[in-house]
C-alpha cells in the first residue's frame, strides 16, 4: 500500500525557514517520478488551498502568488521525495500542509482535489514569535 508521508513541519519564528518533505512509501516498485505532486495547505477555519506543484519531468513548477520569492518546490526522484523549502516565514502561512500526487502531467489544483490519486496526512506548520 503506497502511502504519501509529509514530515518537516514545526514552530518557527517569523522569518524563519522550514523544508518539507513528502516521501512515498510502502512499495518499493513505486516511482513518485510518475507522478506530479502538489502541496497544500489549510488554516483553521479555511479551505484547503494549492501553494505549490511540480510536474513528472521537472521542467515545470511554480508557486502560487502569496509565496512567491519565498517558497520553493523541488523533487528527488531517486529518493521518490519531493520537498518544499520555505523561508521568510510569516503567521500567515501557519496551517496543515499537505501533498498529493496525480498521475498525470500537469499542475492544476483543481485537478489535484477532485482526481489526485494519493494524499499525505499532513504536517503542521505554526509560524509565531
Known amino acids: 500500500q503506497v502511502q504519501l508521508v509529509e514530515s518537516g513541519g514545526g514552530l518557527v519564528q517569523p522569518g524563519g525557514s522550514l523544508t518539507l518533505s513528502c516521501a512515498a512509501t510502502?512499495?518499493?516498485?513505486?516511482?513518485?517520478?510518475?507522478?506530479?505532486v502538489a502541496w497544500f495547505r489549510q488554516a483553521p477555519g479555511k479551505e484547503r488551498e494549492g501553494v505549490s506543484c511540480?510536474?513528472?519531468?521537472?521542467?515545470?513548477?511554480m508557486v502560487v502568488d502569496d509565496v512567491q520569492g519565498r517558497f520553493l518546490v523541488s523533487r528527488d526522484n531517486d529518493k521518490n521525495t519531493v520537498y518544499l523549502r520555505m523561508n521568510s516565514l510569516k503567521p500567515e502561512d501557519t496551517g496543515e500542509y499537505y501533498c498529493?500526487?496525480?498521475?498525470?502531467?500537469?499542475?492544476?489544483?483543481?485537478?489535484?482535489?477532485?482526481?489526485?490519486?494519493?494524499w499525505g496526512q499532513g504536517t503542521q506548520v505554526t509560524v509565531s514569535s
Open positions: 510502502g512499495w518499493t516498485g513505486f516511482r513518485l517520478g510518475r507522478y506530479a
Open positions: 498529493a500526487a496525480l498521475f498525470e502531467d500537469l499542475c492544476d489544483f483543481d485537478e489535484f482535489r477532485d482526481y489526485a490519486d494519493y
Open positions: 511540480i510536474n513528472q519531468n521537472e521542467d515545470k513548477s
